[in-house]
């Protein structure tokens, strides 16, 4: 059963993203607004459209969940596989069932490091236009006393 219901889902979660159903939509409610004089503009035509987009609305709903659901599942199992086989921090697995307050003590510890990351990266740089090492751009090397900059040579 929960095959079926998953193929069926995914079909028309496909079917409902093309191009060709919003035409049709399009043409559906275009049809019925030039149907309006025709019937008076009653409450009967003003209730098929609202009925139709209503039932529509509430099945398209727990359809498109269903699928967000497994495909965010299956991105979290790959995610999870490269985490696991990788040298990354195995904490960061699962942490999709973490409350919001744990999510957030997680994702400052990961700005933290990578702040410092950075800072550290920045050291290197510094260092290497410092040093006048190759690879260092060129507006980025610092200028020396003679007014020649580092590693270019002529002034």
Do not use: Y
């Not at 727990?62 to 696991?84: H, V």
């Not at 994702?107 to 410092?130: M, N, P």
Request: proline share 3%; charged share 25%.
């Amino acid at each position: 059963m929960d095959r079926l219901f998953a193929s069926f889902a995914n079909h028309v979660a496909r079917i409902a993203g093309s191009p060709t159903t919003f035409l049709l939509c399009v043409a559906v409610v275009v049809v019925w607004a030039a149907t309006g004089p025709m019937f008076g503009f009653s409450e009967t035509w003003q209730l098929i459209i609202n009925t139709g987009t209503t039932i529509v609305t509430f099945l398209m709903v727990f359809l498109i969940q269903n699928t967000q659901n497994r495909d965010g599942l299956a991105l979290q199992t790959k995610l999870d596989e490269l985490i696991r086989s990788s040298d990354a921090q195995d904490e960061f697995m699962g942490i999709e069932k973490l409350t919001d307050k744990e999510l957030v003590v997680l994702h400052q510890k990961c700005e933290a490091a990578a702040r410092q990351s950075q800072a550290t990266l920045e050291r290197a740089l510094a260092e290497r236009r410092r040093r006048g090492h190759a690879g260092v751009p060129e507006g980025e090397r610092e200028e020396v006393a003679d007014g020649r900059n580092r590693g270019m040579g002529e002034p």
